[in-house]
């Protein structure tokens, strides 16, 4: 009866475990575990999210002909719940023709404030903005933003392992 007892105790833990599923690897130039989210599509977009010792790294494949090309002025205006707040950032990449954007994160002890907002909010829409006349919007579903909201806290609670 006390272990019966002991395993209802222990459900709600199991219940509110995050799933997260990283696959694993190794930096073939510094032999170091790396991370990674492998491709999510969103909206017929990729993301993936790569972490190594030294980096977060947010990189979007945009399948839009109309911002295929990319420099470092592309900027990233993410929009948070409610519409009202937004967050930009700059293109960490270089300048491409593929419709590649990287959004880079210093991997440390300590989460960088931008990135844990990322993670606290759901977000709503990404707007790309770059050198082409009409910026291009991701508008997400609920489902997606809670998936990329789990997916995001997922990333910076592991992120601490490679370091």
């Not at 032999?31 to 190594?52: A, R, V, Y």
């Not at 470092?72 to 205006?77: A, D, G, K, M, V």
Request: net charge neutral.
């Amino acid at each position: 009866m006390k272990y019966i007892l002991f395993c209802i105790c222990l459900l709600p833990m199991a219940l509110t475990a995050q799933d997260c599923n990283l696959k694993k690897g190794m930096d073939d130039i510094t032999s170091k575990p790396n991370l990674s989210t492998g491709f999510i599509e969103l909206q017929g977009n990729t993301l993936s999210i790569d972490i190594s010792s030294k980096e977060i790294d947010f990189f979007f494949v945009l399948n839009n002909t109309a911002v295929k090309c990319l420099n470092e002025e592309t900027e990233l205006t993410v929009t948070y719940e409610g519409g009202k707040f937004k967050t930009e950032f700059k293109n960490s990449g270089s300048m491409n023709c593929d419709g590649i954007f990287h959004l880079i994160f210093k991997n440390s002890a300590y989460t960088n404030s931008q990135l844990q907002r990322l993670a606290a909010k759901k977000i709503i829409s990404m707007q790309f903005s770059g050198s082409s006349p009409k910026p291009y919007v991701i508008s997400f579903t609920p489902e997606q933003q809670q998936m990329l909201q789990q997916t995001i806290n997922c990333v910076i609670k592991e992120s601490k392992t490679v370091l």
